[in-house]
């Protein structure tokens, strides 16, 4: 009895996944408060693809400076597979979930993001956490390993800075730029400022 149950489950037609389930994608993975570092430990362990970007900073107490790697996104984590072996990532201990909206189990991020923050901090692009800002004057980097990507417009003490978003999980990036590496973008419903250029 049991070995014709055996038989017909094999010879029974596997599901039909969707598409995004069977191909890897990049997904966010939301952790536990200052765990990031270990669930990375833990997803290399496994074997699956991810990507912790950290910055450097430098914390001061009274009788020392110490310098830290922190996490640039607090709190997420990416990891690459087919969303079909999600469990890999959700066992993890500090893992709480993939991020996604309403029913869906997650949300896949474009791979070109991903992949130009790779890119840019395996490069030595200084990079810092900044508040999450999407309204601004609007730019696009043109050269280097993060062009093509867009952001908002930031002077500081002189200097230019992107500030990039990953809107899916609200958190946003600072980068240094040089001038004539931005292009910017005209203001939707305005065609005069397509000729404009950046007043600096």
Request: proline letters at 8%.
């Amino acid at each position: 009895m049991a070995a014709t149950i055996i038989a017909q489950t094999l010879a029974a037609p596997l599901p039909e996944f969707p598409a995004e389930f069977l191909a890897p994608r990049w997904y966010a993975a939301c952790t536990c408060a200052n765990h990031e570092k270990q669930v990375a430990g833990q997803l290399s362990g496994r074997g699956v693809e991810h990507f912790l970007p950290l910055y450097e900073t430098v914390h001061r107490w009274k009788d020392r400076r110490v310098r830290l790697q922190l996490p640039l996104f607090p709190g997420y984590i990416f990891v690459r597979l087919p969303l079909r072996e999600r469990l890999r990532v959700l066992e993890v201990p500090s893992v709480v979930r993939l991020v996604g909206f309403g029913q869906t189990l997650a949300v896949a991020l474009p791979d070109a993001e991903i992949e130009a923050f790779r890119s840019g901090l395996e490069a030595g692009l200084r990079a810092q956490p900044h508040p999450y800002l999407t309204i601004g004057r609007r730019v696009r980097i043109k050269n280097g390993p993060l062009a093509g990507m867009e952001g908002v417009l930031r002077r500081r003490k002189g200097n230019y800075r992107v500030v990039l978003s990953v809107d899916l999980i609200r958190q946003s990036v600072a980068v240094e730029a040089d001038a004539s590496d931005l292009l910017p973008i005209p203001a939707p419903r305005r065609a005069q400022v397509a000729a404009a250029t950046l007043n600096i």
